[in-house]
């Protein structure tokens, strides 16, 4: 008898489990924003990623990033990992965020090679339309001395299924 309702309880804890679990994930969506730039330089970056919807607007979630970059006979490689923040404004189209970056970069040149970390924290808005926003952000903690961006203002390009 001990062993069927330890068995009984096992079942029904896992039953539980499940329907918490299968609830949970009807509610995070995955994609992510990706970057081109071809000419004098290339840059290709994929930023893979995904979010947990609440009932609110709120939307909390993870992601990582790549980035490759070669200007002239310098070639950067970039890892980050973040934490993402997004707000949609009820009503509009407007889709506010705030993401807290922490990136690894390699860059190597004709000198040698050089590796350095630097965090970023950017606020922006965008333009939203179903699974798909554009729009413009801001690093508040941008430094000439320590990023390897050119300046603290960057694009948005994201997508969510």
Same mark, same amino acid.
């Given at each position: 008898?001990?062993?069927?309702?330890?068995?009984?309880?096992?079942?029904?804890?896992?039953?539980?489990?499940?329907?918490?679990?299968?609830?949970?994930? @009807?509610?995070?969506?995955?994609?992510?924003?990706?970057?081109?730039?071809?000419?004098?330089?290339?840059?290709?970056?994929?930023?893979?990623?995904?979010?947990?919807?609440?009932?609110?607007?709120?939307?909390?979630?993870?992601?990582?990033?790549?980035?490759?970059? @070669?200007?002239?006979?310098?070639?950067?490689?970039?890892?980050?990992?973040?934490?993402?923040?997004?707000?949609?404004?009820?009503?509009?189209?407007?889709?506010?965020?705030?993401?807290?970056?922490?990136?690894?970069?390699?860059?190597?040149?004709?000198?040698?090679?050089?590796?350095?970390?630097?965090?970023?924290?950017?606020?922006?808005?965008?333009?939203? @339309?179903?699974?798909?926003?554009?729009?413009?952000?801001?690093?508040?903690?941008?430094?000439?001395? @320590?990023?390897?961006?050119?300046?603290?203002?960057?694009?948005?390009?994201?997508?969510?299924?």
């Amino acid at each position: 008898m001990k062993k069927n309702s330890f068995l009984i309880f096992i079942f029904f804890s896992v039953s539980l489990f499940s329907q918490q679990s299968s609830e949970f994930w @009807k509610d995070v969506r995955f994609g992510g924003g990706f970057t081109m730039a071809f000419g004098s330089e290339t840059t290709i970056g994929i930023s893979p990623s995904a979010i947990y919807d609440f009932d609110n607007g709120l939307s909390l979630g993870t992601g990582v990033t790549y980035i490759y970059s @070669k200007i002239n006979d310098s070639k950067t490689n970039v890892y980050g990992a973040s934490i993402i923040s997004l707000y949609q404004i009820p009503k509009v189209e407007i889709q506010l965020s705030g993401e807290f970056e922490q990136s690894f970069a390699k860059q190597t040149n004709n000198f040698g090679s050089e590796s350095r970390s630097f965090p970023a924290l950017y606020l922006g808005a965008a333009y939203n @339309k179903g699974n798909f926003a554009v729009g413009f952000r801001y690093d508040v903690l941008y430094d000439d001395n @320590k990023s390897i961006y050119a300046s603290p203002f960057s694009p948005i390009v994201r997508f969510y299924f």
